[in-house]
């Protein structure tokens, strides 16, 4: 069974910060995602990644295989990027459901 | 991006009662759809792996008589708790893969068991 861990659980900011959110888990996997949970409960999905480095607007995701590692990184942090970021492993392809991390609580305060 | 639609969003029901939760993949059709749940403050677990016209497979730990789950049509999975308890009150959510095994998630459903 895959452990996935996550640092920090909970990191407060201020706003233009630069944040790194961190993950690492203890068996191979096929991908990794990044989910963002909102306080209501729903779940967006940020990236998929299976090597290297992914790039959406703000959000940076770089993920090393061989050290079994992978962080999130969060440019010019603002307020709107307050939630729960979810680190989830997904062992062998998309019939497998995914290992979720406990998450980090993030907040970005003005 | 996929749209997944989950239904009630929240739910209050009486201890002994059944509920039925549903997911439907507005724009997409998925043989493999995932059922989790996430009590407060944990993170999510798999509960079941639902296969469109097969049956699904559950988690270690995860009762198959309690949590019935149907995935009828590629668009359609239904999670139905039987004979609910205080215990059973979470959050439940739904998700299936797309083509580029990318995952598309439910908003949602809240259950509480009274």
């Known amino acids: 069974k895959n452990e996935v861990e996550q640092s920090p659980q909970n990191l407060t900011a201020q706003e233009g910060e630069f944040i790194t959110i961190n993950c690492s888990y203890s068996v191979g996997i096929s991908a990794l995602h990044w989910l963002q949970q909102h306080p209501g409960g729903g779940i967006v999905s940020l990236f998929m990644l299976s090597s290297g480095k992914k790039k959406h607007g703000r959000l940076i995701a770089t993920i090393n295989i061989q050290e079994k590692h992978s962080s999130l990184h969060i440019t010019a942090s603002h307020p709107r990027d307050s939630a729960v970021y979810i680190c989830?492993?997904?062992?062998?392809?998309?019939?497998?459901?995914?290992?979720f991390g406990k998450g980090t609580h993030l907040i970005i305060q003005p | 991006g996929a749209v997944v639609s989950q239904h009630p969003s929240r739910v209050i029901c009486k201890s002994g009662t059944s509920v039925k939760i549903e997911c439907r993949s507005l724009d997409f059709q998925a043989t493999t759809m995932f059922w989790y749940r996430q009590f407060p403050k944990q993170s999510l677990m798999l509960m079941a792996t639902s296969n469109e016209g097969s049956k699904a497979t559950y988690e270690q730990g995860v009762e198959k008589d309690k949590f019935l789950i149907n995935h009828a049509s590629l668009t359609l999975s239904t999670l139905t708790v039987t004979s609910a308890h205080p215990e059973d009150s979470s959050f439940y959510i739904c998700s299936f893969t797309g083509a580029g095994n990318e995952q598309y998630f439910g908003p949602g459903t809240r259950l509480t068991v009274t």
């Open positions: 989830a492993v997904s062992p062998g392809g998309g019939a497998d459901g995914l290992t």
